[in-house]
């Protein structure tokens, strides 16, 4: 079973739950900071509503998206990925 924390966890996938989640942790934000006032509590949940809206507005990356390896910039395969000219076929 996948963690739900997991940012590459297909809940994530469709725009409209990223959305919904910074437009919940900034309306609590605006909460605490115009109604409860609580200064610990005003800095704890904007610091949740900044890092959700960096990762999944700002930053976010589809992991469909990604490439299957990473390529060097000269074009060869990274290291560790093994072409067929590297094999040792005794």
Known sequence: MKRV???NHPF???LWRR???VAVTG???CYENFVVKDPM???LTA???VYAAWVFLIKWVDPEDKPAETVASDGEPS???ES???VDRN
């Open 5 to 7: 924390s997991d940012l």
């Open 12 to 14: 994530y996938r469709p």
């Open 19 to 21: 959305v919904l989640l």
């Open 27 to 29: 309306a609590w934000a």
């Open 41 to 43: 509590w005003m800095v």
């Open 47 to 49: 610091g949740v509503f």
């Open 79 to 81: 290291v560790g990925a």
């Open 84 to 86: 067929d000219e590297n």
